[in-house]
C-alpha cells in the first residue's frame, strides 16, 4: 500500500518528506520479498523440524522437544485443519448415522493439539502455516520503511532549519546493480542549493531468529550558496551555510528553553551511589537550582529552575 509521509510545519520540508515516501513505495516488492522469503523459510524449516521431531517415540507428553531442540511457539507455523480430520474421525467411527462411546476418545481434540502423541496422531492434517511469518514481515517492512522516511527527513529538517522558500526538489531512489541507491537535490532561494546520496542498506540473519538490521546513509555531497560551491559539507556545516543560526552547548540550549542548565547531564558514579538507599528512582538536590530532583541512569532528569512554580521534573 503505498505509503504518505508525515506531516511537517515546513512545507519545503513536508514537498522533500513527499517524495522519499513516493520513491520508497518502489523498492516495496523487493524489500518485502525479501523479508517475506526469510520468514517463511524459518517458519517451513520450524515445521520441518517438528515433524521429524514427532516421529521419534522419546518425545512423549507435551511439546516442548529435547536434546537441545525448542518447540515453544511451534503453533505460530502449524495449521490443524479441524475440518477434514473432523470429517475422517467420522468416517471411521460413524455407523448407521451414529457414533460409538469409543469413538469420542480419538476425536481431534477440541483444544487444539498439545502433545506429541496428538501430533502424530493427526500429522497427516497438518501444514507449514505462514500467516504470522507473512505478519512479521509485514511489521519489519514497515519499520524499515518509516525509519527510511524518518531519518531522511530528519536531516533534511535540520539543515533547512525555517527556511521555507523551495524552488525545486528532485528526489531519485531505486535498486540499480544490487544496490539501493538514490538522491536528493534541492534548490532554495535566493541562490542556494545542494545535494546529497541517500541509500539504503540491509542484512537479514537468520541465526537464531530471522532479524532484519537496516542502514539509512545519507551524506550531503554539494552545497552551493551564492555561486560559492562546497564540497561534502557536514550536516551541521550545511545548516550554517543555510543560515542556520550557531548552537550552544546542551546546557545554553536547555537554559534558552528555560530548563536548569543541570538537567540531563551526567551524575558522577560515586556522588550518584551515596544517595541511593534502596530506591529505584533517587532524589537528589540539584546543585544548580537547589530543588530536589529525580536521577535515573546516573542522569538528571530535565527539569525547571525552583523558581517557577511547575512539577520538579518532566
Known sequence: ??????????????????????????????????????????????????????????NVGLISGRSG??????????????????????????????LPDAAYKDAPPPGGLQTWEQIRRWAEFLRVDYHDADQSAERAFDNARDSFIYKNVDKVRNVLEARTELVKAVVQFGFHRNVFTG??????????????????KYVIRTTPRVTPYFQYPLNFTTAKI??????????????????????????????????????????????????ITNRMSPYMTCP???????????????????????????
Open 288 to 314: 544548580d537550582c537547589g530543588q530536589s530532583v529525580s536521577v535515573r541512569n546516573f542522569k538528571w532528569r530535565k527539569h525547571l529552575p525552583s523558581a517557577v512554580k511547575t512539577p520538579q521534573s518532566i
Open 69 to 98: 531442540m525448542s518447540f515453544h511457539g511451534w503453533y505460530a507455523y502449524t495449521a490443524f485443519d479441524t475440518k477434514k480430520a473432523d470429517r475422517a474421525w467420522r468416517r471411521k467411527w460413524e455407523k448407521n448415522g451414529r
Open 226 to 275: 551564492g555561486g560559492v560551491v562546497h564540497a561534502r559539507p557536514s550536516e551541521e556545516e550545511l545548516r550554517l551555510l543555510l543560515g542556520g543560526k550557531p548552537r550552544g552547548t546542551p546546557a545554553e540550549e536547555l537554559a534558552a528553553q528555560g530548563f536548569c542548565p543541570r538537567s540531563v547531564q551526567e551524575i558522577p558514579y560515586s556522588e550518584a551511589t551515596a544517595w
Open 183 to 200: 538522491s536528493i537535490e534541492v534548490q532554495l532561494l535566493p541562490s542556494a542549493s545542494f545535494e546529497a546520496e541517500i541509500g539504503l
Open 1 to 58: 500500500m503505498p505509503t504518505k509521509a508525515a506531516r511537517e510545519e515546513n512545507p519545503a520540508v513536508q514537498e522533500i518528506a513527499n517524495l522519499l515516501a513516493r520513491e520508497f513505495n518502489k523498492v516495496e516488492p523487493k524489500i518485502k520479498g525479501d523479508l517475506k522469503r526469510a520468514y517463511r523459510r524459518e517458519a517451513k524449516q520450524g515445521f520441518d523440524d517438528l515433524m521429524k521431531a514427532s516421529g521419534d517415540p522419546k
